[in-house]
């Protein structure tokens, strides 16, 4: 088997509910989350996270904390 390329990237969800992202290692991004570092992934999960138009990648938002006053 061919070595893979492991790329690595930010990646926030876009979507209105919960997706599984399929980095290495796997995780669930809630709507509107972002990793905290970049997360590795070979090239080819990326492509298809990419094409699937449910995560956005390279920077990451700030959530606003619920309990601020």
Same mark, same amino acid.
């Given at each position: 088997?061919?070595?893979? %390329? ?10 209105? &509910? ?11 991004? *809630?709507?509107?989350?972002? *990793? ?5 992934? *070979? ?14 990648? &390279? %920077?990451?938002?700030? %959530? ?6």
């Amino acid at each position: 088997m061919a070595d893979q %390329k492991i790329v690595k990237h930010v990646v926030t969800n876009v979507t209105n &509910g919960p997706k599984v992202l399929n980095a290495i290692p796997p995780g669930i991004l *809630t709507a509107g989350d972002s *990793t905290d570092d970049p997360v590795q992934m *070979t090239e080819a999960e990326y492509e298809a996270a990419k094409a699937t138009g449910w995560f956005e990648f &390279g %920077k990451a938002t700030v %959530k606003p904390a619920a309990d601020q006053a």
